[in-house]
């Protein structure tokens, strides 16, 4: 009996303890999946900080990319490369277009060589034709420094192109050197001698804005033609005259050409502009002497109060229309009426003949 009592005790006390054991198993249970689940929160929150740093750093490398690629566009000067301007004649409207390139940059000598080959090379551009006849040879480029000026040296060829290709030529060659901020005029000279107007003077540097790019000129109506235009001297007192060279189309009025230069301001240093740059010019007709020119009312509202701001501009195109054969007397027009000068110390309601006495001497 007691065996079996001790015996019946054994397996109540083994079973106790498992059971005890499972008892602690299943109280620690929720613990153990505490545990396991905060271990994935706290890897996602991880991963999720690493998305963010990534982020972050790729925000700032397209801030860069983006800087470094404006710096490209808008500086002209990139990693030893020059932006230029290179003038070729578009084959549709005739007329002088403008290509963009970049090129290797360097000194003076070395840009202006560089320049030259790709404007010789001709556009990359499939509607534009070359401005340099393929005939013609730059044989030498002068350049000094102190003028910023550039003497361009062509060869014989260049005297026998036509008008309107000669036009070409030369204002290409001028628009683009003068494109180049160390440059500010062109001479041209023909193998060694330097080219020459009608009237057999030199012509000498000529700027940029001092040619044609929008001409449709053809070879029998283009011409050369040296005028005279009137501007205020520094001081506002005087007019002086300024000779220019232009090419015009001999089926248009000159006058209206000389208008518009006049209307360009001077090129010589030391003269200061007298029509305002806002003015347009409408009709231009010459009756028995008396040239009417008829311009916008800005010509009026524009000029500077005072007699002789008023007395410059207004003989500054009398005296710049008489200084051709056919025009004895200037009748201003505006919109075609008569007009008043803003200040109104000046009469133009009648035509101005010639002042001689305003000229400086």
Same mark, same amino acid.
């Given at each position: 009996?007691?065996?079996?009592?001790?015996?019946?005790?054994?397996?109540?006390?083994?079973?106790?303890?498992?059971?005890?054991?499972?008892?602690?198993?299943?109280?620690?249970?929720?613990?153990?999946?505490?545990?396991?689940?905060?271990?994935?929160?706290?890897?996602?929150?991880?991963?999720?900080?690493?998305?963010?740093?990534?982020?972050?750093?790729?925000?700032?490398?397209?801030?860069?990319?983006?800087?470094?690629?404006?710096?490209?566009?808008?500086?002209?000067?990139?990693?030893?490369? @020059?932006? #230029?301007?290179?003038?070729? *004649?578009?084959?549709? &409207? !005739?007329?002088?277009? =403008? +290509?963009?390139?970049? %090129?290797?940059?360097?000194?003076?000598?070395?840009?202006?060589?560089?320049?030259?080959?790709?404007?010789?090379?001709?556009?990359?551009?499939?509607?534009?034709?070359?401005?340099?006849?393929?005939?013609?040879?730059?044989?030498?480029?002068?350049?000094?420094?102190?003028?910023?000026?550039?003497?361009?040296?062509?060869?014989?060829?260049?005297?026998?192109?036509?008008?309107?290709?000669? @036009?070409? #030529?030369?204002?290409?060659? *001028?628009?683009?050197? &003068? !494109?180049?901020?160390? =440059? +500010?005029?062109?001479? %041209?000279?023909?193998?060694?001698?330097?080219?020459?107007?009608?009237?057999?003077?030199?012509?000498?540097?000529?700027?940029?804005?001092?040619?044609?790019?929008?001409?449709?000129?053809?070879?029998?109506?283009?011409?050369?033609?040296?005028?005279?235009?009137?501007?205020?001297?520094?001081?506002?007192?005087?007019?002086?005259?300024?000779?220019?060279?232009?090419?015009?189309?001999?089926?248009?009025?000159?006058?209206?050409?000389?208008?518009?230069?006049?209307?360009?301001?001077?090129?010589? +240093?030391?003269?200061?502009?007298?029509?305002?740059?806002?003015?347009?010019?409408?009709?231009?007709?010459?009756?028995?002497?008396?040239?009417?020119?008829?311009?916008?009312?800005?010509?009026?509202?524009?000029?500077?109060?005072?007699?002789?701001?008023?007395?410059?501009?207004?003989?500054?195109?009398?005296?710049?229309?008489?200084?051709?054969?056919?025009?004895?007397?200037?009748?201003?027009?505006?919109?075609?009426?008569?007009?008043?000068?803003?200040?109104?110390?000046?009469?133009?309601?009648?035509?101005?003949?010639?002042?001689?006495?305003?000229?400086?001497?």
């Amino acid at each position: 009996m007691a065996d079996i009592k001790r015996g019946s005790e054994k397996p109540s006390g083994r079973k106790t303890k498992k059971t005890a054991r499972s008892a602690g198993a299943v109280k620690n249970k929720p613990a153990a999946k505490r545990a396991k689940t905060a271990t994935p929160r706290r890897r996602s929150k991880k991963k999720g900080g690493y998305g963010f740093v990534i982020a972050v750093a790729a925000v700032a490398a397209c801030i860069v990319i983006g800087m470094v690629i404006f710096d490209r566009v808008s500086n002209p000067n990139v990693e030893g490369k @020059l932006k #230029c301007e290179l003038y070729f *004649v578009n084959k549709t &409207t !005739s007329k002088l277009e =403008v +290509e963009t390139r970049m %090129i290797a940059s360097g000194d003076s000598k070395t840009v202006l060589e560089n320049v030259t080959s790709e404007l010789i090379a001709g556009p990359k551009s499939s509607s534009l034709s070359v401005s340099i006849p393929k005939e013609l040879k730059i044989l030498k480029l002068s350049y000094a420094p102190s003028e910023k000026s550039l003497a361009i040296s062509v060869s014989e060829e260049y005297r026998g192109l036509s008008i309107s290709d000669e @036009l070409f #030529c030369r204002s290409a060659l *001028v628009k683009t050197f &003068t !494109s180049l901020d160390f =440059v +500010e005029s062109v001479t %041209i000279n023909i193998d060694g001698e330097e080219l020459k107007k009608t009237d057999g003077q030199d012509v000498g540097g000529i700027t940029g804005d001092s040619v044609l790019t929008d001409s449709n000129l053809t070879s029998t109506k283009a011409e050369y033609r040296t005028v005279t235009l009137y501007f205020s001297d520094e001081m506002g007192d005087w007019l002086v005259p300024e000779e220019r060279t232009i090419v015009v189309n001999s089926n248009s009025m000159l006058e209206q050409y000389i208008m518009q230069e006049l209307i360009k301001g001077p090129l010589n +240093e030391g003269l200061t502009a007298t029509v305002p740059s806002d003015t347009k010019v409408g009709t231009i007709s010459i009756d028995g002497g008396t040239c009417v020119v008829d311009l916008n009312p800005d010509f009026l509202s524009k000029i500077q109060v005072g007699s002789t701001n008023e007395r410059l501009a207004v003989y500054s195109v009398v005296n710049t229309l008489t200084s051709l054969n056919s025009v004895k007397q200037v009748q201003f027009l505006f919109n075609g009426v008569k007009g008043e000068i803003k200040g109104g110390h000046l009469d133009i309601s009648s035509p101005f003949e010639r002042n001689e006495d305003i000229i400086l001497k």
